[in-house]
Each structure stands twice: as structure tokens, then as C-alpha cells.
């Protein structure tokens, strides 16, 4: 199921974003309009809406909307994070976003024969489960793009990269070099 290709020098693949593909590690974002009459939705000549997921932040938790611009084009990435309590949200507006995740191994850190990368264009999203370990890429310049997330989460994650904090709701791992195929 993971996309790394042995060689030399090995390269994880980038794959475009599906449902099915990225269900180990959460939920796509931005799918057709559903035909499933238990969906809540709705359409008219001038609008379609509908729901597309339900976000969990966990017990307590406030939503918080970020705005954030991603500019690393570096193909190699030598570590993950993860978030304990909440899901996140991640929705490129201006250009490709380049997801690396990977399911947490036994022992809480990264699993990385579960490693995989997908492109996640405008006009659709990802959501990651908690505990999913993550990266964020770009293939040149800059994205901008909305993050939904947990507003302590954000907190704790700021306290410890701003600080050296302990983190409560996060973890970040060293990896093994992973080298994207970008």
C-alpha cells in the first residue's frame, strides 16, 4: 500500500488523492455531491452544498480556523508530527500541497512501512485522524492554504517550536531520510 519505491536512492511517490487511498490515514475532503439521501445537502440552479465531514477536535476542544502559508519545496523530509487529541484539517487554496502521512506504529511513533505522499489540489482537502503522522510539502514558490484544527493544539505546538516547551498534544519524530519524488 505505501508508495516507496526501493532504488539507490529511494524516492517516495507522489499519488493523487483518492478516498480510498488516504482512508488509513483520515479522510478526503472534497468529493462529488452526494446521492446518499442521508447526507445532509442541498441543490438549486444557483448553489450545491452538502456535508462533507464531521470534525472531532476532542473532548473540550474549541475549533480553530488557521490560515497558513507553505513554502518548503525541500524533497527530503527527516521528520513528522502528529496530533494526540484532534483531527486536522488541511485545504490548499492557491496551488498543490504535497501531503506526507503515515499510520503510528505500536510503539507511538511513525510507521513508516505505512508511509505514503499524495498531491492535494485546490478544490479538495484532506482531514488526518489524530495520531496520523504528517508533512507538508510544496513542489515550488509558495501555498497558502486553511487549516481546521484544535485551538490548543495550535497553542501547544507554537509554545514548544517558539520556547522548547514540553508538548501535551503533539509529537514530532526524526525519521530516516525520506526523499519525495517531487
Known amino acids: 500500500m505505501h508508495s516507496l519505491i526501493m532504488q539507490e536512492n529511494p524516492r517516495l511517490a507522489i499519488q493523487p488523492l483518492n478516498s480510498t487511498a488516504f482512508s488509513d490515514y483520515?479522510?478526503?475532503?472534497?468529493k462529488p455531491f452526494p446521492e446518499d439521501g442521508d447526507?445532509?445537502?442541498?441543490r438549486n440552479d444557483a448553489t450545491d452544498f452538502w456535508q462533507e465531514h464531521v470534525f472531532d477536535t476532542?473532548?473540550?476542544?474549541?475549533?480553530?480556523?488557521?490560515w497558513?502559508?507553505?513554502?518548503?519545496?525541500?524533497?527530503?523530509?527527516?521528520?513528522?508530527?502528529?496530533?494526540?487529541?484532534?483531527?486536522?484539517?488541511?485545504?490548499?487554496?492557491?496551488?498543490e500541497l504535497i501531503q506526507v502521512v503515515a499510520a503510528s506504529g505500536s510503539d507511538g511513533g511513525p510507521d513508516l512501512s505505512s508511509i505514503a505522499a499524495f498531491s492535494i489540489i485546490?478544490?479538495?482537502g484532506i482531514c488526518m485522524r489524530p495520531g496520523c503522522w504528517h508533512a507538508t510539502r510544496v513542489r515550488h514558490?509558495?501555498?497558502?492554504?486553511?487549516?481546521?484544527t484544535r485551538r490548543s493544539t495550535t497553542a501547544d505546538l507554537i509554545g514548544h517550536l517558539q520556547h522548547g516547551d514540553?508538548?501535551?498534544e503533539s509529537a514530532i519524530s526524526a525519521v530516516t531520510d525520506i526523499v519525495l519524488a517531487i
Not at 447526507?39 to 442541498?42: A, D, I, Q, S
Not at 476532542?58 to 488557521?66: A, F, R
Not at 518548503?72 to 490548499?92: F, G
Not at 514558490?141 to 481546521?148: A, D, H, S
Open 26 to 30: 483520515g479522510w478526503m475532503l472534497g
Open 39 to 42: 447526507v445532509p445537502r442541498y
Open 58 to 66: 476532542g473532548p473540550g476542544g474549541e475549533h480553530e480556523v488557521l
Open 68 to 95: 497558513v502559508n507553505y513554502r518548503s519545496a525541500s524533497p527530503l523530509v527527516n521528520s513528522l508530527e502528529k496530533h494526540l487529541i484532534t483531527q486536522q484539517a488541511i485545504i490548499p487554496l492557491t496551488g
Open 122 to 124: 485546490p478544490g479538495q
Open 141 to 148: 514558490g509558495g501555498v497558502c492554504g486553511v487549516m481546521l
Open 166 to 168: 514540553p508538548m501535551q
